[in-house]
């Protein structure tokens, strides 16, 4: 039991962002993208891409994409069960691929986790997106 409470002391005090660094390739500037549906999440990055001015073109058309994203995402709300504890806090994550439409050779991954986030998706696609662009940038 004492380790049940210190686990949920260190959920309540953990309020940092963690992140892997970011696998890259060589991106080309001004290259066409297409990202696949992430249930929804791919309408937060696509908006994250925009904001962060990534110097990619997003394309509707995957027969036209240089490279294609893929991904994963989840949010766990802040809230209380009956019987057991939940944490009060939200937690969201993301996990995106860049991958060369041609070849399939990998360009770009990143992986995010952040906890008390109030915009979770935006927030997570906001990381992805910049670090892409970090990415791209450093080339």
């Known amino acids: 039991m004492k380790k049940f409470a210190l686990l949920c002391l260190m959920a ?3 309020t940092a962002c963690q992140a892997q660094k970011p696998l890259t390739g060589r991106i080309a500037r001004n290259s066409h993208v297409f990202i ?3 249930d929804g999440f791919e309408n937060y990055l696509s908006a994250a891409i925009l ?3 990534v110097p ?3 394309t509707d058309d995957k027969a036209k994409a240089d490279y294609i ?3 994963t995402s989840h949010v766990e709300k802040a809230g209380w069960a ?3 504890f939940v944490s009060p806090r939200s937690a969201a994550g993301a996990s995106i691929t860049m991958k060369d439409a041609r070849t399939g050779d990998l360009a770009f991954a990143y992986s995010v986790d952040k906890f008390n986030a109030a915009r979770a998706n935006q927030s997570t696609a906001e990381a992805c997106a910049k670090h892409l662009k970090e990415a791209i940038d450093k080339k």
């Open 12 to 14: 309540f005090t953990f």
């Open 36 to 38: 696949e549906p992430m």
């Open 51 to 53: 904001k962060k001015k």
């Open 69 to 71: 994203i893929t991904g």
């Open 56 to 58: 990619i073109l997003i």
């Open 82 to 84: 009956k019987t057991i």
